[in-house]
């Protein structure tokens, strides 16, 4: 069937093989050449696509819930938002959550996922007791931090095997708000210095606005936030608008900039303003709008994601966004964020320091673009999250990930390179 | 809370249906051939919503049992939905005979079967609702399907007639229809994306079609639009078409 992740670019035809028992999947491992795991296709680029794949997301059974320790297991395919929609009422929440609550543990596990609040709690991984996945030879293994299959696994996009189950460690809460505080900063300085100042915030993320020149590169609004402590639990899944059809682009940056604008100019006049907000506008404000990503018309879009070392983040940001603004492409809007120390996975893309992304629709000229970026991210001992990118070349790409050569030496190992296989890695020789 | 019967319960779209009325607060029985591999789907439901769910083994075409199943059940549902089916190639069905037969007794002869035994319970109960999954394919017979439409046509005709008789007796009967859905049935088609629904989503819709009272559901509801167009194409331009 046709096959797409959230970018819509490329489209491919590939083979499906939806899993619903480790009997069929090992039989199927077995006779198949190459594949790659595809949960819920909410990666931006290539990562989850290939010949042929195993669809996840039917395999989503709860297996067991200990109330006491808050530790859900359940079967890969589960998505986030239907561990909120059941555990959210029983004062649980996900300990590290990405933007989006419609993905799957396997894919939260597989991209190492992080959130707001990377800073404090890092990434997925950190939140994981115990999984099995089946490797592709059909064996089923189980493994927790400290095993390099852990390690590998976590952030390893799919090529160490198809991840079956795990045990998650959730987080208790007392209420289903957040208290959010908006601060506002006039340029890149303030905005960094904003970051600094509230640093033992659980959640942080800055708005950037990519239009802004000279002095006023990297003025944000940078919202902050905890949940607040009223009791109110009773969380129930917003209703989301829908996009029937694809959409011309510049209609999405004029509604973003008139949002920026308006929440800059109005929201916060003296600087800081405070909001009470639910979980969903809190985290997932994207996921309100069904299928936004059509918005970018049929020619699909890409996000370039990229973090730098806190040393050298601050130059390294300046320069990146006087190209954008400079280009004249990309989102108006780009998402910045301070992040907290590296882990020990193998491919996991945080690192201590800032990163950027945004938004840039399909067109030509953009992959220069984005390679004269590159070239600016290497330069400063920076990295591509692979999860958005559908386009970094061999060289960027291993630059940024001095673990690559022992991932790769695990998957030769253990006989994972030649059946697990995506079209980002092959592109980026993993 | 009251129990809703499934049968058919180990289809994808069962799987969401269960879900869907536990997370209501129903209580379920789930019936299906080998039921005890759905055990998995019990934890999973208890896990989710606390409810009660009750495996039942049942065959819909081992018609001498129903009467038995049907009165082995301890507290009788206030619903129940047929959601099995059987559909096989057009050309393998052409071509053996056994084939077709399995598919009129799964689809037609087989939920004729329990639901004439449970319809005849509601009615003197004088409350329940009944949902029976029948499909877009029996709105009109294509060379590509109508073994398998013609199945779903007669499914579709005693859904009406059964809505009609219980109409008094308050009992609610709503006919499913729908398009394509990605499920292990389609698994091997190369289904339009944009037509194609997945079993959540039908599960939503026929949850909330029924708790609204209505009678026929078209899921996704674009294709009330195609089966109308369909349906009108005169017969004399239809036989030459290949839809
Ligand atoms: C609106 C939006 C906001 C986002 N915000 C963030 C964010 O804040 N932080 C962040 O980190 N990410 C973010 N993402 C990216 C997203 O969280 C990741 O791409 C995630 O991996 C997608 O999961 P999925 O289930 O859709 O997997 P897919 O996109 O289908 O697959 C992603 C990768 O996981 C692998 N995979 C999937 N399932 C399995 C399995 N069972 N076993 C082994 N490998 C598997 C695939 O092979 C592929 O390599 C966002 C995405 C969107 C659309
Ligand atoms: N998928 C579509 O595009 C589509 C479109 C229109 C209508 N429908 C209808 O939707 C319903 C659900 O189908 P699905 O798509 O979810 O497919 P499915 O997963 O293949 O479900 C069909 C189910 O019917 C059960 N069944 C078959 N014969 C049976 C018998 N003799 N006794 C008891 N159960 C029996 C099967 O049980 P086993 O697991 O034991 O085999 C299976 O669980 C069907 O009525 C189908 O006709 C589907």
């Known amino acids: 069937m046709n096959l797409f992740s959230w970018g819509m670019y490329p489209k491919i035809k590939s083979n499906v093989f939806s899993l619903r028992d480790t009997e069929s999947l090992c039989a199927y ?82 991209s190492d996922v992080h959130g707001k609040n990377h800073h404090t709690e890092g990434c997925f991984s950190e939140c ?68 600094e100042k509230y640093k033992d915030m659980p959640y942080s993320v800055a708005w950037i606005d990519c239009l802004a020149k000279d002095e006023e590169i990297g003025k944000c609004l940078l919202m902050v936030g905890d949940f607040a402590n009223d009791g109110d639990l009773e969380y129930k899944s917003k209703k989301k608008l829908t996009i029937p059809f694809t959409f011309p682009s510049f209609a999405l940056n004029n509604l973003s900039v008139k949002a920026f604008n308006w929440l800059y100019y109005a929201k916060a006049p003296n600087g800081i303003s405070k909001q009470k907000v639910d979980i969903d506008t809190f985290f997932y404000p994207l996921d309100a709008i069904g299928d936004w990503n059509k918005i970018y018309g049929s020619g699909g879009f890409t996000q370039y994601q990229f973090i730098l070392p806190k040393e050298s983040s601050f130059d390294g940001l300046k320069e990146i966004l006087g190209k954008i603004s400079a280009s004249g492409k990309g989102s108006f809007l780009a998402v910045l964020k301070l992040y907290g120390k590296a882990n020990d996975n193998y491919l996991s893309f945080p690192m201590e320091g800032y990163s950027l992304a945004l938004d840039f629709k399909i067109e030509t000229g953009l992959f220069e673009l984005l390679d004269a970026l590159d070239e600016v991210v290497v330069r400063h001992g920076g990295r591509i999250y692979l999860t958005k990118d559908v386009r970094v070349s061999r060289e960027t790409f291993e630059q940024g990930y001095p673990l690559i050569e022992t991932f790769r030496t695990f998957r030769k190992e253990n006989n994972m390179d030649k059946k697990l296989q995506s079209l980002q890695s092959k592109r980026v020789c993993i | 809370m009251s129990y809703v019967l499934i049968i058919g319960a180990k289809s994808d779209i069962a799987k969401e249906v269960a879900r869907i009325y536990a997370k209501n607060g129903y209580n379920l029985y789930l019936a299906a051939r080998e039921s005890a591999s759905l055990e998995e789907l019990k934890q999973d439901i208890a896990l989710r919503s606390g409810v009660e769910v009750v495996l039942k083994e049942f065959d819909i075409t081992a018609y001498e049992t129903h009467e038995s199943f049907y009165s082995s059940l301890e507290e009788k549902p206030l619903g129940a939905i047929v959601i099995s089916g059987y559909m096989t190639e057009q050309k393998e069905a052409q071509k053996e005979w056994n084939k077709t037969l399995e598919t009129i007794n799964v689809n037609y002869t087989g939920a004729v079967s329990i639901l004439n035994i449970i319809a005849n319970d509601f009615e003197k109960e004088r409350r329940g609702f009944i949902v029976g999954v029948s499909s877009v394919a029996g709105d009109r017979g294509r060379k590509a399907n109508y073994i398998y439409g013609s199945a779903k046509a007669a499914f579709s005709a005693y859904l009406s007639g059964l809505r009609n008789r219980l109409y008094e007796s308050g009992v609610q009967v709503l006919t499913v229809k729908p398009g394509f859905v990605h499920t292990k049935m389609t698994e091997h088609l190369d289904l339009p994306p944009k037509l194609t629904a997945s079993p959540s989503e039908v599960a939503e819709d026929i949850f909330n079609a029924q708790q609204k009272g209505r009678n026929v559901l078209y899921t996704k509801p674009i294709w009330m639009v195609i089966m109308l167009i369909i349906k009108h194409i005169p017969e004399f331009l239809f036989k030459k078409m290949s839809i």
């Open chain 1, 29 to 110: 491992a077995e006779k198949t050449e190459e594949f790659i795991p595809y949960g819920n296709g909410r990666s931006y680029g290539d990562s989850a696509l290939a010949d042929n794949i195993v669809y996840t997301k039917p395999y989503n059974n709860f297996l067991a819930f200990d109330a006491q320790e808050g530790i859900l297991e359940c079967q890969a395919g589960v998505l986030l938002s239907e561990i909120l929609d059941t555990l959210v009422k029983r004062g649980w929440f996900l300990k590290v959550t990405p933007g989006t609550k419609l993905i799957t543990i396997g894919g939260a596990i597989a």
């Open chain 1, 128 to 195: 994981i007791e115990e999984m099995t996945l089946m490797l592709p030879d059909g064996e089923i293994k189980s493994c927790k931090k400290g095993d390099a299959l852990f390690h590998a696994t976590c952030g390893g996009m799919g090529l160490t095997g198809v991840i079956l189950s795990a045990k998650i460690s959730l987080k208790k809460i007392n209420s289903k708000h957040i208290n959010q505080t908006t601060i506002k900063t006039k340029n890149l300085k303030e905005t960094f210095e904003a970051f």
